[in-house]
């Protein structure tokens, strides 16, 4: 079974500060591992995906299949960063594919003047 | 093309009452998923097509729920005899694969409202 964990509901940080959202993953083949973001009145959309390897808006998330987690990270934290940040899964089975995301239950991101 | 867009935005139906949404993906896109969120969750998956072929279902779509895509091009996701569980935002994805995993672009949502 696939399963995302994100411990934090709610973060909290001051403009300027690191960030660093959690998310920890359980699944037994080859996972993808994607974070989502959603600001206010937004829809839901793609902010990195762990096999491009980029940097996007300043953030990164660097894949440790040791320890199952996929956490999200921002040196210095702008006020428009506040917003629904959700990680979430695509699992890859061995002989075949399975393109449905797996979503945690998202964290709740707010930066503060 | 706006990107996915479904509709309608908002429904408030009576409890026994049947309900459909609709989903248009991107024009090029050959694969559409329907997830569910409801308060304080993440989205979670329903069931997704290729071209006009259904391939998943979740045990979540029970057999009140029904969704097709005819032609392979808009869906739509029935509810029938809804119940106050059934209350929840209804999100349309598509993404385009020839192979590997891609980025699912997803619509702004249907709100059920079940009383």
């Known amino acids: 079974a696939q399963r995302v964990t994100q411990p934090e509901k709610l973060l909290s940080v001051f403009k300027g500060a690191p960030v660093e959202l959690k998310c920890n993953y359980s699944y037994s083949g080859s996972p993808e591992l994607f974070w989502y973001v959603q600001y206010s009145r937004q829809r839901l959309q793609l902010l990195l995906r762990?096999?491009s390897r980029e940097s996007i808006k300043g953030f990164t998330a660097d894949l440790n299949k040791g320890e199952t987690s996929f956490h999200l990270k921002k040196p210095f934290a702008q006020e428009e960063d506040s917003a629904m940040y959700y990680c979430?899964?695509?699992?890859?089975?061995?002989?075949?594919?399975?393109?449905?995301?797996?979503f945690g239950k998202g964290t709740l991101l707010t930066v503060n003047p | 093309d706006t990107g996915v867009s479904q509709d309608p935005r908002h429904k408030i139906t009576k409890r026994g009452q049947n309900v459909t949404f609709r989903c248009d993906p991107i024009?090029?896109?050959?694969?559409l998923y329907w997830y569910r969120q409801t308060l304080g969750q993440g989205p979670e998956f329903l069931t997704y097509?290729?071209?006009?072929?259904?391939?998943?279902k979740s045990r979540l779509l029970s057999d009140r729920f029904s969704a097709e895509r005819p032609k392979g091009s808009f869906s739509t996701l029935e509810i029938q005899r809804t119940e106050q569980g059934d209350s929840a935002m209804y999100l349309c994805?598509?993404?385009?694969?020839?192979?590997?995993?891609?980025?699912?672009?997803f619509g702004p949502g249907t709100r059920l409202t079940v009383t």
């Open positions: 762990h096999i």
């Open positions: 024009s090029e896109h050959n694969r």
């Open positions: 097509f290729q071209n006009e072929a259904q391939l998943e």
């Open positions: 994805a598509s993404s385009y694969t020839s192979g590997g995993v891609y980025e699912q672009y």
């Open positions: 979430a899964l695509s699992g890859l089975r061995s002989g075949g594919s399975n393109y449905k995301l797996t």
